[in-house]
């Protein structure tokens, strides 16, 4: 394995350490909204895309960083030849529990493999490719262009999961702050005026999602108990970074390695600011699952915490 810096490091080991609390902490998988159950949300937001973009059955997927191989599994089910790679093994030893649990029959025996994206190889093997929290752990945008551009075939999609930036200007928090402080608010402001450009939605499917998603949350309200959650999970360590893009970076970085930027959705919009998520965790989490429609609109763009990137191969 090559190049392996701190940040790579620090990754694998907190990865390994939290294979076991990872679906719990991130798929929500009792339902009870205490956390919010975030990568549940982005694999269904990604999986709405790639039904929507009509991909062929039978095409060959990979999708990097796989984590405990949710995407992998549903891409399967779905009649995909998927695929699924993670540099932390002890997330592929989860991955190919699940999949043995389920006792699917899959024709080809390396469904997952523990690997560093920098080691994928296969020469415009793939229909398309898809990389779910993984690219705010990299160092560089590079690191992950440089292999789609090897790996995927001309005309073929690649969804790319982001933290947002621009959800700093709803949030008033750390991040903000350095922002301000290195003076780059300017320039989010500024990019920020052009969010329309990557959400083409049209006016109606706006309006119809807001009436619809505020008659859902006062249904959803009604049932919700105000507990807080008393759970706690692995923090994430401080050595190591979580890197935030805006829709306009990440089409540049993709853009030098031959991929344009078709649009973007985000998700895990915030009904206000996070602060308040630990106060009444329940009802934060249930209206922010109901907005989620909005991450289809520019309204989604301040106030969603990541956004899924749809590229494609020119
Ligand atoms: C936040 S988890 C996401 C897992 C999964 N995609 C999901 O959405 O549940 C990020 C995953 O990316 C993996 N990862 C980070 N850097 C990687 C690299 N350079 N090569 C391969 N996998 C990597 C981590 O080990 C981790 O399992």
Partial sequence: MKNITKQKEVTKVFFNQVSGEWFERTYDPKGDYLKFPV?????????????????KKGSKSLDIGCGTGQMVIDLLKRGYEARGIDIASKMIDEANKNLKQLGMSVGYNDVFNTSDLSDVKGDKKYDFVTGLGLLEYLDTDKELFSVLKNITKNGSYALVECRNKFFNLFTGNDYTLKILEDGK?????????????????????????????????????????????DKSYSKYPKLMNRRQHTPQELEASAKKYGFSLEYVVYYHVHPFPPFYEKEFPQAYNVISEWMTPLGRTPLGAATASAFVAILRKK
């Fill in 39 to 55: 990568n549940k949300l982005r694999k269904d937001v990604a999986l709405l895309e790639i039904d929507n973009l009509k991909i």
């Fill in 185 to 229: 608010g300017d320039k989010l402001l500024k990019d920020f005026i052009d969010v329309q450009r990557f959400s083409p939605s049209r006016l109606k499917d706006v309006q119809k999602t807001i009436s619809n998603t505020y008659t859902e949350i006062a249904d959803a309200l009604k049932n919700i108990k105000y507990k807080k959650n």
